[in-house]
């Protein structure tokens, strides 16, 4: 079955007023997607880390007033649930898709990822792509390009990990909406195992 990728459509979701109407045209529209991305990827991941890794669909479930303004598909190596183990993800916002590492608040190993990204900071360095981003919120669009990111920065970043119980760390890239890839759904496929390939060395630092 072939992958369709996204449309206009798809992103048009995320400017639906009101929670419930949202909600229900992002599970009528965008979520089967998800649940397909999720299913045809789900192998190469597990061949990928070395364990099974299990998709999850964001559900939004504690929302009750505001609604959502993404939404993905993540990837880790438990049954359960996703948000506190290192994953990797694939979503949506109004302005662009996004193929992402991601470590958030609400993981335990986020002083192994900063001990083990400080050890091998200029080898990680060296081997994201320029036009990868960084991102310490995944609840805000606003990323930072690899080949902008100083040594403040990730020292920054490193002292937040270690310091700030909210504190977070996202890698990946960025499709803008418009990028004829995004609707190219085999060769989307094709690039995300690629990216998950290039960021693989952060999910083996969380551990």
Known sequence: MTFPGF???DFDVFTVPGLEPRMNQLIEQVRPKLHELGDRLQPFLSALCGEPMFSHVAKHARRTVHPPEDTWVAWAPSRRGYKAHPHFQVGLWSTHLFIQFALIYESGQKQAF??????RLEEIRGAIPSSFFWSTDHTKPDVQLHKQMTGDDFAQMLYKLRHVKKAEVLCGVRLE???PLVGQGEALLETAERTFETLLPLYRLSY
């Open 177 to 179: 909406r418009n990028d």
């Open 7 to 9: 449309t206009d459509q």
């Open 114 to 119: 900063a001990d083990g990204l400080e050890g």
